[in-house]
């Protein structure tokens, strides 16, 4: 099975600064598509972005941004101009379409936004 | 070992049918959820639970009803299956009940109401 790895359980940014989310993921797959979510204290998941392999450009909403690198299997993503609402805790998720769209999530990262 | 297991990981059934899906981590965690992943891909919480005690309880149909005999398992079990059911649910756990914690996920069970 896929693995996605977050290796920060916790992270800190001053507000207006930019912060970068790690995550990694363990594939034999070339076609897949990646996610980050959001959730806030409600636990709904909120899409925040995402990329599909094939797609060599990084993907980017707004002040969200990734940097997607195949070959390393590596998708952080960038937070630019950080506001109090961004903070939650922030998912990683790998789905692949070779196994019935699979999803399989990282253990997160809490992103505290310091006023 | 699998951190949080699901079972069964596919279900296929008829509508009106009753049906349980089991949730076990062996992570020594207190808290347990359930998630409703739904057709645009977005998980929607559905419950919570601390240490077998219920504190989340979002809008969900009284169809669904979330056992947990103690606190390394959180069963759902849905009652007379609509067509509407059909989505994949996710279980997770995680040490805390304040989102602060990791959370670890299950693969997940994907359900399919004929």
Known sequence: AQTVTQSQPEMSVQEAETVTL????DT???????????QPPSRQMILVIR????KQQNATENR??????????????KISDSQLGDAAMYFCAYR???????????????????? | DTAVSQTPKYLVTQMGNDKSIKCEQNLGHDTMYW???????FLKIMFSYNNKELIINETVPNRFSPKSPDKAHLNLHINSLELGDSAVYF???????????????????RLSIL
């Not at chain 1, 034999?28 to 959001?38: C, G, I, R, T, V």
């Not at chain 2, 998630?35 to 891909?41: I, L, N, R, W």
């Open chain 1, 28 to 38: 034999s797959e070339s076609d897949y598509y990646l996610f980050w979510y959001k």
């Open chain 1, 64 to 77: 969200f941004s990734v940097n997607f690198q195949k070959a390393a299997k590596s998708f952080s993503l």
């Open chain 1, 22 to 25: 790690s995550c990694t993921y």
């Open chain 1, 96 to 115: 692949s379409p070779n196994t019935g769209n699979q999803f399989y999530f990282g253990t997160g990262t809490s992103l505290t936004v310091i006023p």
């Open chain 2, 35 to 41: 998630y409703k992943q739904d057709s645009k891909k």
């Open chain 1, 51 to 54: 990329q599909e392999a094939y």
């Open chain 2, 91 to 109: 279980c997770a756990s995680s040490q805390d009940r304040a989102n602060l914690r990791p959370q670890h996920f299950g693969d997940g069970t």
